[in-house]
């Protein structure tokens, strides 16, 4: 099992950056976290892949847009109008099972996580 995530930087306030997450096989949701320093790991945003039903968190919404690339296996994370508050380590994760959209945020559900990449966001 392995999820390689790449597309993390440092960008400007009001910038955009898109997160890449390549899975060496199919899951039945994948999905982003992060962590900022001194803070508890939060859900960003998934998609469930049979249908590409997604979720994202309040604070992204309008912002950022999560996506899946059946063909290429991949899951892609697009931020937009990004915000000092958005720095923090991303983390790419996926979960073998499919859930209702209600429960993407679970980060217990998740079996397999990446290695994260580093977001920073200046003002």
């Known amino acids: 099992v392995q999820l390689q995530a790449s597309g993390g930087g440092s960008v400007q306030a009001g910038g955009s950056l898109r997160l890449s997450c390549a899975a060496s096989e199919r899951y039945g949701v994948m999905g982003w976290f992060r962590q900022a320093p001194g803070k508890e790991r939060e859900f960003v945003a998934a998609?469930?892949?049979?249908?590409?039903?997604?979720r994202c968190a309040e604070s992204v919404k309008g912002r950022f847009t999560i996506s899946r690339d059946r063909v290429k296996n991949t899951v892609s994370l697009q931020m937009n109008s990004l915000r000092p508050d958005d720095t923090a380590i991303y983390y790419c994760?996926?979960?073998?099972?499919?859930?209702?959209?209600?429960?993407?945020?679970?980060?217990?559900?998740?079996?397999?996580w990446g290695q994260g990449t580093q977001v920073t966001v200046s003002s």
């Open positions: 994760a996926a979960a073998r099972a499919s859930y209702i959209t209600g429960a993407l945020p679970t980060a217990r559900l998740y079996n397999y």
């Open positions: 998609v469930r892949w049979a249908d590409a039903n997604t």
